[in-house]
Antibody, heavy 121, light 107 residues
Framework: EVQLVESGGGLNQPGGSLRLSCAASGFTFRTYAMSWVRQAPGKGLEWVAGITGSTGGTFYGDSVEGRFTISRDNSRNMVYLQMNSLRAEDTAIYYC??????????????WGQGTPVIVSS | DIQMTQSPSSLSASVGDRVTITCRASQDVHNFLNWYQQKPGEAPKLLIYDASSVAEGVPSRFSGSGSGTDFTLIISALQPDDFATYYCQHYEDLPRTFGQGTMVDVK
């Protein structure tokens, strides 16, 4: 059974940094692309960042490009989201999502339960 | 960025109703289109991928169609478990973007 467990969320001040982690199990982790998707309170879904499986290519949404960094550790079955220069508009539930495929990221067939990030002074 | 527009934004329906939700892309996304279901307090769930392929474990009452810019999600006979919000999402280009969602509630 695929399991994705996020951690690292919390309250942070504007301009601060936070690192989210996602522990994956139940599948051959290195084979699949992974993404972070967020949902602001009462709003819809926004794809934040993705990383391919074997090559580790990284891709970002417009609103986080240059501030957030996605990475993965295939030896530990972990994916991370380093969030810098946080803004109030980054407040959201952050979901870790596994892709259906390895290279073409963008079909999210398994999701974690999410970790909340609140950016406020 | 490719904009995804769903209609309606919300609808009220009864158990047993046929429900149709449409999604329009601002440019051609071929068949690179997915549908998700989300219930309050839960993570989204993949329903349909590649416009018309039903995801594993999804009941057969869910179906998807379309290509290019116009897509449809159909629930053939609404069940109590189907009251939720539905999102379309493309993966033709970066960034991947979602529609604004369609909330299906009880009439």
């Amino acid at each position: 059974e695929v399991q994705l467990v996020e951690s690292g969320g919390g309250l942070n001040q504007p301009g601060g940094s936070l690192r989210l982690s996602c522990a994956a199990s139940g599948f051959t982790f290195r084979t699949y692309a992974m993404s972070w998707v967020r949902q602001a309170p009462g709003k819809g879904l926004e794809w934040v960042a993705g990383i391919t499986g074997s090559t580790g290519g990284t891709f970002y949404g417009d609103s986080v490009e240059g501030r957030f960094t996605i990475s993965r550790d295939n030896s530990r079955n972990m994916v991370y989201l380093q969030m810098n220069s946080l803004r109030a508009e980054d407040t959201a539930i952050y979901y870790c999502a596994k892709d259906l495929r390895g290279i073409t990221l963008g079909t999210f067939d398994n999701w974690g339960q999410g970790t909340p990030v609140i950016v406020s002074s | 960025d490719i904009q995804m527009t769903q209609s309606p934004s919300s609808l009220s329906a009864s158990v047993g109703d046929r429900v149709t939700i449409t999604c329009r892309a601002s440019q051609d996304v071929h068949n690179f289109l997915n549908w998700y279901q989300q219930k309050p307090g839960e993570a989204p769930k993949l329903l349909i991928y590649d416009a018309s392929s039903v995801a594993e474990g999804v009941p057969s009452r869910f179906s998807g169609s379309g290509s290019g810019t116009d897509f449809t999600l159909i629930i053939s006979a609404l069940q109590p478990d189907d009251f939720a919000t539905y999102y379309c999402q493309h993966y033709e280009d970066l960034p991947r973007t979602f529609g604004q969602g369609t909330m299906v509630d009880v009439k």
